[in-house]
């Protein structure tokens, strides 16, 4: 069974950077799409960033773009989100979840059936 931990959240002013992880404790992710997402109160669950095990493809949500950059160290069966340029609105809880399909095209939830428990990243103004 796929176990995954986020680690990597915190408190950060506007403008900063945090560097997210996620490690599999269980069952490798070799072969896995792995995918950011993340929740702020009161609002649904949004898509992140999201990145393929065969040729590394990424894929970003329109909020990210140009500021998130997702990455994967297979060897260690960890991905990264590395995140820059923070603003007040990407306070959230952040999770990441994997899923069999091996493209990494899309921006919602479906197929990914493995969860960490999210680390929290706060960005103050």
């Known amino acids: 069974q796929v176990q995954l931990v986020e680690s990597g959240g915190g408190l950060v002013q506007a403008g900063g950077s945090l560097r997210l992880s996620c490690a599999d404790s269980?069952?490798?992710?070799?072969?896995?799409?792995v995918g950011w997402f993340r929740q702020a109160p009161g609002k649904e669950r949004e898509f992140v960033a999201s990145?393929?095990?065969?040729?590394?493809?990424?894929y970003y949500g329109d909020s990210v773009k140009g500021r998130f950059t997702i990455s994967r160290d297979n060897a260690k069966n960890t991905v990264y989100l590395q995140m820059n340029s923070l603003k007040p609105e990407d306070t959230a809880v952040y999770y990441c979840?994997?899923?069999?399909?091996?493209?990494?095209?899309?921006?919602?939830?479906?197929?990914?059936?493995?969860w960490g428990q999210g680390t929290q990243v706060t960005v103050s103004s």
């Open positions: 269980g069952r490798t992710i070799s072969g896995r799409t």
């Open positions: 979840a994997a899923k069999t399909t091996m493209s990494p095209y899309s921006d919602n939830d479906e197929g990914y059936d493995s």
């Open positions: 990145i393929s095990w065969i040729g590394r493809l990424t």
